[in-house]
């Protein structure tokens, strides 16, 4: 019988096998041994799952623009107003808005409304445009308001971007840190104020603080994702990809990464009297070569900045924080135009700081003065010695006041 085995054909073996799945497990079994089963080796493919789906058909919006609150906003037991986000990826926002109900959007980004539109009312709101200017922020919004339910579709101009809701419940604040994030937002006791930052550049200076109840809707560039740290975790994100975090108890610090020692900046060399004056030079200077070699080099540095000395700057966040994050970041010319680069490389970085602090006084003494509550005088009681005793009426309360005339009266 051993005789016989041996005169089978070695080809006879992988024939049978041939067609089989387990053809190469079996076949390096018979070339290397059993052994080779025992640990069989294959190769992993590592694909990236895709962030969105492929929509075959348009979404169907029906069902959302017909879901009318039926309740009321207003009354002892108000509805709140709902907030939903829309597509794949986020780019619509639905509001199913009670009827007494208050929504502010951002002017221009009202798509759609169902219900009784007739009864709805939209005017043009301005929030703190003094301030909010200042730090070149949006303050035109629309106030809708609507005596029957309404349900309301709110978009944005941006090609790329996604949605955020943030719910404050009123013990936690939020930061928003990019300018144009704020897309709308309902709530009585909801309260968005300007903030400076004066421990980052111009670029990013400008926030908005939330405070309050309510609910607001957040837009972001590209895709927007949340990182929570807990206590004693440290994070470090750049400001151009920070949309919004909650109120930390520990403030973020501006943070810069390791770089080289040379620092590539040419000292300004000042001119002297006699190279100023001389007629060649301004001859020179005047002429159409020099200013377009002028633009040259100006074009040539502000690029620097932008490209070499612009990404240095971050974010260092320490838990407990919540951080909302998007994916993909405005350009600083976005931002910012080359004059206002130039403007402010050439200016110190304390003096911005300064002179807007001052203006914010300023602003607040003009607003204080405005909404002053006007008083009216009822009547008045002249004492002895020329002390006149006057009484008015401020918040519906009378006060007296004691004015002394000497001073007024002409010797």
């Known amino acids: 019988m051993a005789s016989s085995h041996r005169l089978l054909p070695p080809l006879a073996t ?95 980004t009202l798509a759609g409304l169902n219900g009784k539109v007739e009864n709805a009312t939209s005017t043009l ?31 944005t101009n941006s090609t790329v971007s996604s949605f955020a809701v943030v719910k404050l419940d009123g013990a936690v604040d939020w930061i928003v840190a990019q300018r144009k994030a704020i897309l709308a937002w309902t709530g009585e006791s909801l309260a968005i104020k300007p903030r400076i930052n004066r421990q980052m550049s111009f670029a990013y200076m400008g926030n908005s603080r939330i405070t309050g109840r309510g609910l607001v809707a957040l837009v972001g560039k590209g895709q927007i994702f949340q990182v929570i740290l807990k206590e004693g975790e440290e994070y470090v994100v750049h400001p151009s990809n920070l949309l919004a975090y909650s109120n930390p108890r520990i403030k973020p610090k501006p943070y810069r990464l390791a770089s080289n020692i040379l620092r590539f900046q040419i000292p300004k060399i000042p001119t002297p009297t006699f190279i100023s004056e001389n007629e060649l030079v301004k001859t020179v200077s005047n002429s159409t070569a ?11 540095r502000t690029w620097s900045r932008r490209t070499i000395w612009g990404d240095r700057l971050f974010l260092k966040m320490e838990g407990p924080i919540s951080i909302l994050v998007q994916s993909r970041a405005p350009r600083v010319s976005d931002i ?30 003009v607003e204080d003065k405005i909404m002053q509550p006007k008083k009216e005088a009822i009547g008045h009681q002249t004492a002895g010695h020329g002390l006149t005793k006057v009484a008015y009426v401020r918040n519906g309360k009378i006060e007296l006041e004691d004015s002394d005339l000497k001073e007024f009266i002409k010797r």
């Open 14 to 108: 992988r024939s049978v096998f041939r067609h089989s799945p387990h053809r190469s497990a079996l076949s390096s079994a018979l070339r290397y041994g059993p052994s080779s089963l025992a640990s069989p080796s294959r190769k992993v493919h590592i694909a990236a799952t895709p962030s969105t789906s492929t929509l075959e058909h348009p979404l169907d919006l029906t069902e959302y623009t017909q879901a009318i609150p039926k309740l009321s906003g207003a009354g002892p037991f108000p509805a709140d107003v709902r907030f939903e986000v829309l597509g794949s990826p986020h780019s619509l926002l639905s509001v199913s808005l009670p009827a007494s109900s208050t929504l502010y959007t951002r002017r221009g």
């Open 125 to 155: 709101s301005m929030l703190q445009p003094f301030r909010r200017s200042l730090l070149r922020l949006p303050f035109l919004y629309q106030k809708i308001t609507s005596s029957s339910p309404l349900t309301c579709l709110v978009s």
């Open 290 to 300: 020099w200013r377009k070699i002028s633009g040259f080099t100006s074009t040539l």
């Open 336 to 365: 910012l135009s080359n004059r206002d680069i130039e403007d402010a490389a050439a200016v110190d970085k304390m003096a911005l700081p300064d002179a807007l602090e001052k203006l914010d006084k300023k602003i607040t003494e």
